[in-house]
């Protein structure tokens, strides 16, 4: 169960309530709201946040953070996934490192940052799931829990279980067992090696084949070539 829920009917965006409620939260807190004005994705994206999605922001204060800072959001990510596959959502899977697809159709995204406030760090870690909304024409590589299942969801119900399931990963980490969670992210990615994927480079696009996942990078292999790439220039539609 979240022990402290902040909850709101909208907000501009709960990550941002966040950082304006720094003073006072503390490790667990939970900032969730039915819709937000300025929902923020990564890379300055606007992230289209009706009501009926999921959206909230969960609060870790470690006492040190870890050298892998998307361990965080590899927790939550891992977290929602088999949450989703345990309310029947099977084909869901992580996207390095911060969405979350269901085969090729983005369902959600996850918004990690890092706060300095004095002495203390704080990581929030915003999560976007698209679950009983609508979605618009121009986000066609989208789709929604309610599409999939043909049915609505209870936000509350999938806020708790979202929640415990990240606490209780969240644990390895401050145990030092970081492994843990790394190798579950793995085997939560909708690709692995072998997959065949397309990188999005300035010269075009082409066809490679995934050799290996780090946590920063991937290597791809195209015409007996070997390449290190940054996640993000891999396309899977
Ligand atoms: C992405 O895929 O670009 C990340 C999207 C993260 C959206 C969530 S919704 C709750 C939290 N508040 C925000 O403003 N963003 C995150």
Redesign the pocket.
Known sequence: MVERLFSYDEV?????IAKKMINILTNGDVVW?LK?K??????E?T?Y?PEG?L???IIFKPLSISQDPNIYTKVVSVATVKILKKIGIDKAGTKWP??IYYEQK?L????TEILHHGNEKIVIV???LNVNNSLTEDLPDAISLKEIAGKNFDLSHLLQMIYSESMRLYNFVTQGHRNVITNLWRNSLIIKRGSKVKLVGSGGDQIVTIVRIFSDSIVVEHNGIKERVRPSEISIS
Do not use: A, C, Y
């Open positions: 501009e965006s709960t990550n941002d709201t937000q300025n929902g923020r994705g990564k890379g994206r992230w946040s999605g959206w909230f922001s911060n969405d983005k959600g995204g996850i918004l915003g999560v976007g």
